[in-house]
């Protein structure tokens, strides 16, 4: 049974309900009382809101067929065989291969006027296997109780096992249609605000001491992040094979790096999250005497509120200061180890993780399992040369997600300050 037959049955069934509520009345020779002719009402309005949405999806389903047909067209959405690990190039490119193709066919093949490809989500819920290192501050943020593998991938350090799928995928397309049913652009969770633990010995008889765990609930909602490209020559994507994919590649790139700036550094104002850095209840550690020093205190900070800290986040720039250091000013052996082996990953066991998405001279320390990144639409590709652009020959690219951000436990964090002040 498809969408417009679902919701016409569900129109007749509301319909039936009145009916019968009103025959018994009838049949009775008495008036509805007051709550069948409330249930009379609501059955009535259920009826004629299934019969307008029952309209729309007819009309959805045309629509629907037109993509598929576009779809198949430019090369239909992939099988089986392109299952599989999609990491920052490939998502890049299983999203434009069948544009590209389309592009750089022969003569006499219909123009491509606008279609959307809804891809491998580069905030995919895969994270760091068992044992493994995290590699970006987008694996600490996807906080599912999985074990998915994360590949080594140097642009992004997340790799996605999820294929991409077009909108004539009758799954996706119910969802883009029609919705998933249960969700809206607002969430909520529980937050942890004070942690005082008075767990002691008692005497019989004495009263026991009261610990404070309080909870709070926090209202979120869902923010779309999204950028376009300028408009680009057809022509180049027939002179270039390789354009399309560069095209989603950099797209793709730059999606996952807002959504990182924004989970940790957003100021809560207009459409930015409220970023981790910038939520009450977050630990600060000031400079004290260096580098190494000031990474350590903010460790002892965590420990001793009973935090096992799971990653430490560093800018490129700071994380090139930690690797240089040497016990003398600028001879002797490098403290985290030899330049010319695989480089130390860790400080005092605790993985670290390079991105720009923290500011040079300030690192994120935390449990990172107390912060989740919410996915509400998966990041999509879409394509366009309708309009202007058909009249130009011309071709945009769009990528868009929409997400969320829980901080559960704020005191699992530490921001420490590690720019060196001026001598």
Known sequence: MNKFEQLKAKALENAKAARLLAEKADSENRELTTAEKSAFDAAMKAADDFVKRAKEAKADAEILAAAKALADEIGGAPGKKAAGPVGRKAWGRAGVKSVRAHMGTADGSKALVSGSVTMANPVSPGVAALGAAP??????????????????DPYNGVEINTRPRYEDDKQLADTLMYGDGGGSNSFSYLRQTVRDNKAAPVADGATKPTSVYTIEEIEGRYRVLAH?????PQRFFHDDATLGQFLGDEMGYGLQRAVEAQALSGDGTGENFTGLLNISGVHVQAWATDLLTTLRKAVTTLQGVGTAPTALVLNPVDAERVDLLREGVDSGKY????????????????????????AAGTAVLGDWDR???????????????SG????????????????GLEVKQPDAFVEIDIAEPAA
């Open 371 to 385: 912060v989740n990144l919410l996915t509400r639409q998966e990041a999509t590709l879409h394509v366009d040369t």
């Open 388 to 403: 202007a652009l058909f009249d130009k020959n011309q071709v945009k690219f769009r990528v868009e997600g929409r997400f």
């Open 135 to 152: 590699l970006s501050v987008l694996a600490l943020l996807l906080n599912a109780n999985s074990a998915d593998e994360l590949a080594a």
């Open 228 to 232: 376009i490209s300028e408009p680009l």
């Open 335 to 358: 403290l985290i180890g030899d330049p010319a082996a695989e480089a130390a990953r860790t400080l005092w066991t605790i993985p670290r993780v390079t991105s720009v998405a923290v």
